[in-house]
């Protein structure tokens, strides 16, 4: 029994293989310096240095957020103009080895390592390289001299570890021994290294480490879930036996439950990076001095200049505000009192104040584009009820209440004010209610102009403020509020339409004023709240229990009469140095204030806030906005008598700003967005000086400080769509990308020069959760799709058929079984299959027709001939029908086709009929589904009488199972004798038509079909294709050879994924084990090549797949992670999942969850995008 390697924990000893390649370090680090001369780097006051600035932090953020194209653009040009900067060629050759180039990347690492020889990453680079080039000794060696240069570097430490074992030489396992002590030395109780280096131990023989391992485990054990500890007790239990070694699999087995709780998961991160993000970039130059990453100083010399405002009538107001009419230029100013509306570009119109008026408050008038016209309406909440008021013009504006369809008991109640929020991610904005008491309200919008009373937040009574903002980083918003006595309130969002109170720590349980903002500039929003005791705290969801975090930010001086009125808190960058600054506001008057107008903090370089010396703006502030569109921001308020007036920031230091507008890109066609993305948030980033901000408005002022732009903003819109837009100058606008989020893998074939994308893979239609309206979820109707391969789209080489299945939407897939046919069959038939997605589902078959015939005529349902169009297979489709409200649902339409003369009288007919859907999704379904929409129609198909009159012969035909699809129709017997040979295809979803064919039906025909099993399945990550769309009557079609991404791109669904590698176990047979893919996975297929068909024969082939897909589309039932889990004998998803040891497929295959489903996949990446680096 060995007991070598038990070390106290002060002793710091370096592993005998690190001293070693430290010998090694200095004679090769001299050998390469001495091949490089240094190059004379610009002056940080040239315009080079600016140049050169602004390409490497727009290469770093494309990186960084998924654009590769640009990253190569904008690297390869720094490059090229600063060739003695090795940060530069570190970046490029990462971005290469991401693409799995690996000669560029080992050139360009190479050529940063001639420029900085002792720099510990490029070596790190270099191993990970090597390592995916299969050239272990390589990565080795260079894992080693990362290591010897820095033995800090963990990641280079645990890969050189993890290398050595896998070479299993006599002393690899006790070279790992001395590594993962190293790392314990560096990370003392670090999870992830006790646990691995306990199975080492075991591995090795060596009891006694094994035991202090163990024993350092259950320390950490507090708190696990039964699952775990069970997991531990088997650890426990074999590391006491006669023969420990059996102990190293009891460790594997714990660690991937483990892997469910975030602390291991921390743990884990600190000695390796998630699969897929190896090489992560450099975020600051190595030889030139790189730009603060911190924001400005404060400017504390600032002062306001109080101002009146002109036009504003001799009325006594007792509101104003800025209003954002259209999103684009300066917004106006409105004024208003208990009777009236007035606003600066001409509107005037009744409030409704009633005859005992109350105090107006901010949130009294809302502003709101309600019908999604990209025009703010207005909504009035007074004392005496609601009033819509509809955006005609600037100056007009139309009362639209009676519209609405809300009963007189909403209309005629008494209301303190009014907040937008997209209520059930639908796309379009519903309206949060605030009373003084009473279960709150909240008026969902039907997208029709009608809106229905909803109560998702029980249990609370009234609603004084209300703050609508993603608090714990899952891509919802939450429901912050102060309820009618004052107490706080949290609402987290569960999706679709769902909330969960969220007890918030006593010590913030009442609060006088709230907003969100990131305040520690972590990336996540959080909630900052003012107490009675006049204390600003800061509060943050964390994952850990009870949930919360808190922080005192700041203190209000003299808190009684500071606080002796209303208050509100907002969060602003007012003096533009890049941080957010806090401004109190009195808005209404009291005997005890001492003072008048605002209190202003403003946060400086080291996040810390400090009180203006005295407030400032009028003695009520109601609102503060960049009104003039010029950086200044203005704080609008009501003197004591009334009057209007806004007060100027005067800023000492000329810092910079942005004004960014978000705008969905379209109103038809698509709403999958409210207009200007409403419940969304934007992140910015000058240089190194990230930013924060949920989006609450049309508008968005950012503080830049000294960067005189925006290296990226990156927006992830409510219903969890993301954009990037790159080096924006001032006041730019924002569109939406309309792309699809969710559809379907994509299938790949090698058709004999390069891998081509073929058509949407399966599965297609066997949706997990797919929303059919507001209260329904659909069941699966099947779970085999067979999809015809025509032979010039698959061609052998090498042996074998190369199949690719990727990937690449905001999806998750679980595939049973795959296998290829393969149709051999007579020269003058073809093949087909039905690819249709219809309820009840199509059976899985192989059709033999003869050669198919063009059809004789076509027009589409006005008349204009669409023959030529439906003749040829060649890509232009046939789009006749324009756009509806909604993302794939328009309106009705048909095409009307002629077969001609000659058609068989007797015997099977088909319709074959290729095309594409763009499909809708969840959120769209829910949308449509309220209000007075017409509801999506599938394919129906018609036929002419002898009388000339039209009938339905065939209904509810389904629709193209995503795109490249064919529709195999069964006219058999529809043409009674005398009668046309003509019919329609009616529907009114979008779905575009590319080829109609007919053919005469072979059954009798005999064809050979061989079926195929993979003779190799890898699973491995690869990115995202490049997207391109002819026009948009064309489908989105990737391109198999380009790239855009390397990196996360969505928010992935979390839990356990198939691991990496070989997975034909798997997809062996339909037997509810499967392999459970990622976006940005791929899947590579190879069946052995069958010998060629016979003379006289032709060849064709079907993929055959059985498995299911789940979206994470906001509105798709328990969207949120991959479970639960689905099997075959469950058909309908919608009750909540439990924990995965309940599921029935664990339950059935655990050796799954110890053998094959061990890659824990969370949405981190995703969220810390722009925050994503290499230790420097």
């Given at each position: 029994?060995?007991?070598?390697?038990?070390?106290?924990?002060?002793?710091?000893?370096?592993?005998?293989?690190?001293?070693?390649?430290?010998?090694?370090?200095?004679?090769?680090?001299?050998?390469?310096?001495?091949?490089?001369?240094?190059?004379?780097?610009?002056?940080?006051?040239?315009?080079?240095?600016?140049?050169?600035?602004?390409?490497?932090?727009?290469?770093?953020?494309?990186?960084?957020?998924?654009?590769?194209?640009?990253?190569?653009?904008?690297?390869?040009?720094?490059?090229?103009?600063?060739?003695?900067?090795?940060?530069?060629?570190?970046?490029?050759?990462?971005?290469?080895?991401?693409?799995?180039?690996?000669?560029?990347?080992?050139?360009?690492?190479?050529?940063?390592l001639q420029l900085a020889s002792r720099n510990d990453q490029i070596y790190y680079l270099l191993g990970v390289l090597e390592s995916d080039r299969g050239n272990s000794q390589a990565a080795i060696t260079n894992l080693g001299l990362a290591a010897g240069l820095n033995p800090k570097n963990v990641w280079a430490t645990y890969a050189?570890?993890?290398?050595?074992?896998?070479?299993?030489?006599?002393?690899?396992?006790?070279?790992?021994?001395?590594?993962?002590?190293?790392?314990?030395?560096?990370?003392?109780?670090?999870?992830?290294?006790?646990?691995?280096?306990?199975?080492?131990?075991?591995?090795?023989g060596n009891d006694p480490l094994l035991h202090a391992m163990v024993k350092d485990i259950e320390a950490q054990s507090t708190g696990w879930p039964p699952a775990i500890q069970q997991q531990l007790t088997a650890l426990q239990a074999a590391s006491t036996a006669p023969d420990t070694h059996p102990a190293a699999t009891r460790t594997i087995f714990l660690r991937n439950v483990l892997m469910q709780l975030p602390q291991f998961r921390a743990s884990l991160a600190l000695l390796k990076p998630a699969p897929g993000e190896e090489a992560q970039p450099l975020t600051h130059f190595l030889k030139l001095p790189s730009p603060a990453s911190t924001p400005a100083p404060a400017d504390r010399s600032m002062t306001f200049a109080a101002q009146p405002i002109a036009n504003s009538g001799n009325n006594r107001w007792d509101w104003i505000g800025a209003i954002s009419l259209t999103g684009e230029g300066a917004p106006v100013v409105a004024t208003a009192n208990s009777q009236k509306v007035q606003l600066s570009s001409g509107a005037e119109f009744p409030f409704p104040g009633g005859s005992k008026p109350a105090p107006l408050s901010p949130e009294s008038i809302l502003s709101i584009d309600f019908n999604y016209d990209f025009k703010m309406d207005l909504v009035l909440a007074g004392s005496d009820g609601l009033r819509f008021m509809r955006q005609d013009s600037p100056?007009?504006?139309?009362?639209?209440?009676?519209?609405?369809?809300?009963?007189?008991?909403?209309?005629?109640?008494?209301?303190?004010?009014?907040?937008?929020?997209?209520?059930?991610?639908?796309?379009?904005?519903?309206?949060?209610?605030?009373?003084?008491?009473?279960?709150?309200?909240v008026l969902r919008n039907n997208g029709d102009g009608t809106f229905q009373p909803i109560h998702p937040f029980a249990g609370i009574s009234g609603i004084r403020q209300f703050v609508w903002a993603d608090l714990n980083g899952d891509g919802n918003p939450d429901a912050s509020l102060i309820d009618?006595?004052?107490?706080?309130?949290?609402?987290?969002?569960?999706?679709?339409?769902?909330?969960?109170?969220?007890?918030?720590?006593?010590?913030?349980?009442?609060?006088?004023?709230?907003?969100?903002?990131?305040?520690?500039?972590?990336?996540?929003?959080?909630?900052?709240?003012?107490?009675?005791?006049?204390?600003?705290?800061?509060?943050?969801?964390?994952e850990a229990a009870p949930g919360w975090s808190t922080s005192n930010i700041a203190q209000?001086?003299?808190?009684?009469?500071?606080?002796?009125?209303?208050?509100?808190?907002?969060?602003?960058?007012?003096?533009?140095?890049?941080?957010?600054?806090?401004?109190?506001?009195?808005?209404?008057?009291?005997?005890?204030?001492?003072?008048?107008?605002?209190?202003?903090?403003?946060?400086?370089?080291?996040?810390?806030?400090?009180?203006?010396?005295?407030?400032?703006?009028?003695?009520?502030?109601?609102?503060?906005?960049?009104?003039?569109?010029?950086?200044?921001?203005?704080?609008?308020g009501l003197t004591a008598d009334g009057q209007p007036q806004k007060a100027v920031a005067q800023g000492t230091k000329n810092y910079h700003w942005q004004i960014i507008r978000p705008r969905a890109r379209q109103s038809t066609g698509d709403q999958r967005i409210n207009s200007f993305g409403i419940g969304g948030e934007i992140e910015i980033r000058s240089a190194l000086l990230t930013q924060k901000q949920p989006i609450d408005g049309p508008q968005l002022h950012f503080g830049l400080g000294e960067h005189s732009s925006s290296d990226v903003a990156r927006i992830v819109w409510p219903n969890g769509s993301v954009r990037?837009?790159?080096?924006?100058?001032?006041?730019?606008?924002?569109?939406?990308?309309?792309?699809?989020?969710?559809?379907?893998?994509?299938?790949?074939?090698?058709?004999?020069?390069?891998?081509?994308?073929?058509?949407?893979?399966?599965?297609?239609?066997?949706?997990?959760?797919?929303?059919?309206?507001?209260?329904?979820?659909?069941?699966?109707?099947?779970?085999?799709?067979?999809?015809k391969i025509r032979g010039d789209q698959l061609v052998p080489h090498d042996g074998y058929y190369d199949l690719r299945i990727t990937g690449e939407l905001w999806e998750t897939y679980y595939y049973d079984h795959l296998a290829l046919m393969a149709i051999d069959h007579p020269a003058g038939t073809d093949i087909f299959t039905d690819e249709r997605f219809v309820v009840p589902a199509v059976k899985p078959a192989i059709t033999t027709v003869s050669t198919p015939q063009p059809i004789a005529h076509a027009v589409d349902d006005k008349g204009n001939d669409?023959?030529?169009?439906?003749?040829?297979?060649?890509?232009?489709?046939?789009?006749?029908?324009?756009?509806?409200?909604?993302?794939?649902?328009?309106?009705?339409?048909?095409?009307?086709?002629?077969?001609?003369?000659?058609?068989?009288?007797?015997?099977?007919?088909y319709l074959i009929a290729k095309g594409w859907l763009h499909p809708s999704d969840s959120s769209i379904n829910v949308a449509i589904s309220q209000g007075s929409h017409e509801m999506p129609r599938p394919l129906s198909l018609e036929t002419m009488d002898s009388q000339g009159h039209w009938h339905v012969a065939r209904a509810n035909l389904g629709f193209p199972a995503g795109r490249k699809k064919i529709c195999l129709i069964d006219l058999t017997g529809l043409f009674p004798k005398d009668a046309p040979h003509k019919l329609r295809?009616?529907?009114?979803?979008?779905?575009?038509?590319?080829?109609?064919?007919?053919?005469?039906?072979?059954?009798?025909?005999?064809?050979?079909?061989?079926?195929?099993?993979?003779?190799?399945?890898?699973?491995?990550?690869?990115?995202?294709?490049?997207?391109?769309?002819?026009?948009?009557?064309?489908?989105?079609?990737?391109?198999?050879?380009?790239?855009?991404?390397?990196?996360?791109?969505?928010?992935?669904?979390?839990?356990?994924?198939?691991?990496?590698?070989?997975?034909?176990?798997?997809?062996?047979?339909?037997?509810?084990?499967?392999?459970?893919?990622?976006?940005?996975d791929e899947m590579s297929l190879r069946f052995p090549a069958l010998a060629p068909p016979h003379a006289g024969w032709v060849r064709d082939y079907v993929i055959a797949g059985d498995g299911w897909i789940k979206d994470g589309d906001y509105n798709s039932t328990y969207s949120a992670t991959i479970q639960p889990l689905p099997y075959h004998a469950r058909k309908l998803y919608d009750t909540p999942p439990g924990r995965l040891e309940t599921e029935w497929v664990y339950r059935h295959h655990p050796e799954d969850w110890q053998n094959y489903q061990t890659r824990y996949v969370t949405s981190d990446s995703f969220e810390k995008a722009l925050r994503s680096s290499a230790v420097q």
């Open positions: 029994m060995k007991t070598q390697g038990l070390l106290p924990r002060h002793v710091v000893r370096i592993p005998r293989s690190l001293r070693y390649l430290i010998a090694l370090v200095s004679c090769a680090v001299v050998t390469i310096a001495g091949c490089h001369r240094g190059g004379k780097l610009p002056d940080q006051n040239s315009e080079a240095y600016r140049d050169v600035v602004s390409d490497f932090y727009v290469g770093l953020a494309a990186l960084q957020v998924g654009d590769d194209v640009r990253a190569e653009s904008t690297l390869s040009n720094a490059a090229k103009n600063v060739p003695e900067e090795p940060a530069i060629w570190v970046n490029w050759g990462i971005l290469a080895l991401r693409q799995r180039n690996f000669d560029a990347a080992a050139e360009r690492l190479n050529r940063a050189l570890a993890s290398e050595i074992e896998r070479q299993g030489a006599p002393d690899s396992d006790l070279q790992y021994q001395h590594v993962l002590q190293h790392i314990l030395v560096i990370y003392p109780k670090n999870l992830a290294a006790t646990l691995d280096l306990a199975r080492i131990s075991a591995k090795m100056t007009a504006f139309t009362d639209v209440t009676a519209a609405t369809k809300l009963p007189k008991s909403i209309l005629d109640a008494s209301y303190t004010g009014a907040w937008a929020v997209d209520i059930e991610a639908d796309g379009d904005l519903d309206i949060v209610l605030g009373t003084a008491s009473g279960l709150p309200t009618g006595e004052g107490r706080l309130h949290v609402f987290l969002n569960q999706r679709s339409g769902n909330f969960a109170a969220q007890a918030v720590p006593d010590s913030v349980s009442e609060a006088r004023a709230i907003t969100a903002a990131d305040i520690d500039r972590d990336g996540v929003l959080d909630l900052v709240v003012v107490q009675p005791s006049g204390t600003i705290t800061r509060l943050s969801a964390t209000i001086p003299d808190p009684t009469a500071s606080l002796s009125g209303a208050v509100r808190l907002r969060a602003a960058d007012i003096d533009n140095n890049g941080a957010i600054d806090l401004i109190l506001m009195q808005v209404t008057s009291s005997p005890l204030s001492t003072s008048a107008g605002a209190l202003v903090w403003l946060a400086d370089e080291s996040g810390s806030f400090s009180l203006m010396k005295a407030p400032v703006g009028p003695a009520r502030v109601f609102d503060i906005s960049d009104i003039s569109a010029d950086g200044h921001m203005v704080l609008l990037a837009e790159f080096a924006l100058k001032a006041d730019q606008q924002v569109l939406t990308e309309q792309r699809l989020k969710g559809s379907c893998p994509f299938l790949f074939a090698w058709n004999g020069t390069r891998m081509d994308f073929v058509k949407d893979a399966v599965p297609w239609g066997s949706a997990l959760g797919l929303r059919i309206n507001a209260l329904g979820t659909a069941s699966i109707a099947a779970t085999e799709e067979w999809y669409a023959t030529a169009t439906l003749r040829d297979l060649d890509g232009k489709y046939l789009d006749n029908f324009g756009r509806g409200q909604y993302q794939g649902v328009t309106r009705d339409h048909y095409v009307e086709i002629d077969l001609g003369n000659n058609i068989p009288t007797e015997g099977p007919l295809l009616r529907t009114n979803l979008e779905v575009y038509w590319d080829q109609i064919q007919w053919a005469r039906g072979l059954p009798d025909t005999a064809i050979k079909v061989t079926r195929i099993d993979p003779s190799s399945a890898d699973l491995h990550y690869r990115g995202y294709s490049v997207i391109h769309q002819a026009n948009p009557s064309s489908p989105e079609v990737p391109d198999y050879n380009h790239l855009a991404a390397t990196t996360q791109i969505w928010r992935d669904l979390p839990g356990y994924y198939t691991r990496y590698g070989d997975v034909r176990a798997l997809l062996a047979q339909t037997d509810d084990r499967y392999v459970i893919m990622n976006a940005g």
